[in-house]
């Protein structure tokens, strides 16, 4: 069963310091590994989206890595702001273009 | 440029009653997906449309629940009769129909049901 397991379920950080968000999934076959930011009260936003051959990817203070080999994805999270509470959400993309979603790490960010 | 369009962003109702959700999807997307999302289950899809056909049904919970996209720029997701169970919040999301496109979502609709 194709399966996404995000960790940890929540996490509180004081703002300037960095965090790293894990994301482990049983997907197959693979295609892509996307993260997506979701405000409390909105659509979630597309951050990064990895193919089997990127290992790495950034979108300004975020930055995503993928690991095909242990099928290990992190979100490392640099500076973090205040801005950047919300749910992050690992989704894999596997065949007929069918997303399988895991169910979100809760980061609050505190002054 | 405006992103996916869904209406209303919160329904009451009591069960038993028809609901209807209705998405407008970003214009030239020729993808369009219908999610819910519980605390329990986290994002769920439901459906997912290809040049307005229904291409994968397979997450549509029961034959209460039914989706049509008559035409590209208009999708409805209904409920008859609706179940206290369906109370949460439906996403609509529109994309290009190829890999690795990120899918744009609506801020969702929050359902409650009586």
């Known amino acids: 069963k194709n399966q996404v397991e995000q960790s940890p379920q929540s996490l509180i950080i004081l703002e300037g310091k960095n965090c790293t968000l894990q994301?482990?999934?049983?997907?197959?076959?693979?295609?892509?590994l996307r993260w997506y930011k979701q405000d409390t009260g909105r659509g979630p936003v597309s951050l990064t989206i990895m193919t089997f051959s990127e290992n790495t990817k950034s979108n300004g203070r975020y930055t995503a890595t993928l690991d095909a080999d242990t099928k290990q994805s992190s979100l490392h999270i640099t500076a973090s702001q205040l801005s950047d509470s919300a749910s992050y959400i690992c989704v894999v993309e596997g065949s007929n273009y069918k997303l399988t979603f895991g169910k979100g790490t809760l980061l609050t960010v505190n002054p | 440029d405006a992103g996916v369009i869904q209406s209303p962003r919160h329904e009451v109702t009591e069960m038993g009653q028809e609901v209807t959700l209705r998405c407008k999807p970003i214009?030239?997307?020729?993808?369009l997906f219908w999610y819910r999302q519980t605390m329990m289950r986290g994002l769920e899809l439901l459906i997912y449309?290809?040049?307005?056909?229904?291409?994968?049904d397979s997450g549509m919970p029961e034959d209460r629940f039914s989706a049509k996209m008559p035409n590209a720029s208009f999708s409805t997701l209904k409920i008859q009769p609706s179940e206290p169970r369906d109370s949460a919040v439906y996403f609509c999301a529109s994309s290009f129909w190829e890999s690795e496109q990120p899918q744009h979502f609506g801020d969702g609709t929050r359902l409650s049901i009586l």
């Open positions: 214009s030239g997307h020729n993808s």
């Open positions: 994301c482990n999934y049983t997907v197959s076959p693979f295609s892509n």
């Open positions: 449309f290809n040049n307005n056909v229904p291409i994968d």
